[in-house]
T-cell receptor, first 114, second 113 residues
Framework: KQEVTQIPAALSVPEGENLVLNCSFT??????LQWFRQDPGKGLTSLLL?????REQTSGRLNASLDKSSGRSTLYIAASQPGDSATYLC?????????????FGAGTQVVVTP | DAGITQSPRYKITETGRQVTLMCHQT?????MFWYRQDLGHGLRLIYY???????DKGEVPDGYVVSRSKTENFPLTLESATRSQTSVYFC????????????FGSGTRLTVV
């Protein structure tokens, strides 16, 4: 069974620091990995999608890496801002599942202080 | 407007009542999913669908029923609501099983009293 773990569960940084969020998964047979952002009381917003054949994806200040063989992905957020405060979730799309169901981590709650 | 919409955004219902949560997507995505999100449990899959009239159970299907007569709609029905079904419900869609990500709706916050 695929298990997805996100460490740390919570993180607080001063504005301007780079954020590093970790995601690990137990089964390397994945189609892709997706990072989401969730603001309190809101839905999930997709940030980055990395296919299993890719090593990284970038969008603005966000960069996500994927090392499938070691079962790890890292989301980097450069020069953090208070508006980056949210919960960040990673999810893997299981490659052994013909339906491609997502398996979510529990999330990392990020607070960026001014 | 293109996208995935859920209705209602908020719902309060009484124990034992039947309630239906609606999900509509405009992309004609084949795959649709229902999740519930609870503190301490994260996101858990309730039901999913690969196409019209093809559905299957997820991790926590008890007490829920789905139907998918049209590609764009995937309603979730609580047959007899219980307090344990108080939660935030998210619908999601995806174009394929492999190469595409999920897009989520804004959620429905359901309270069963």
């Amino acid at each position: 069974k695929q298990e997805v773990t996100q460490i740390p569960a919570a993180l607080s940084v001063p504005e301007g620091e780079n954020l590093v969020l970790n995601c690990s998964f137990t089964d390397s047979a994945i189609y892709n990995l997706q990072w989401f952002r969730q603001d309190p009381g809101k839905g999930l917003t997709s940030l980055l999608l990395i296919q299993s054949s890719q090593r990284e994806q970038t969008s603005g200040r966000l960069n996500a890496s994927l090392d499938k063989s070691s079962g790890r992905s890292t989301l980097y957020i450069a020069a953090s801002q208070p508006g980056d405060s949210a919960t960040y979730l990673c999810a893997v799309r299981r490659g052994t599942d013909s339906w491609g169901k997502l398996q979510f981590g529990a999330g990392t709650q990020v607070v960026v202080t001014p | 407007d293109a996208g995935i919409t859920q209705s209602p955004r908020y719902k309060i219902t009484e124990t034992g009542r039947q309630v239906t949560l609606m999900c509509h997507q405009t992309w004609s995505h084949s795959y649709m999913f229902w999740y519930r999100q609870d503190l301490g449990h994260g996101l858990r899959l309730i039901y999913y669908s690969a196409a019209a009239d093809i559905t299957d159970k997820g991790e926590v299907p008890d007490g829920y029923v789905v139907s998918r007569s049209k590609t764009e709609n995937f309603p979730l029905t609580l047959e007899s609501a219980t307090r344990s079904q108080t939660s935030v419900y998210f619908c999601a869609s995806s174009e394929s099983a492999e190469y595409y990500g999920y897009t989520f709706g804004s959620g429905t916050r359901l309270t069963v009293v």
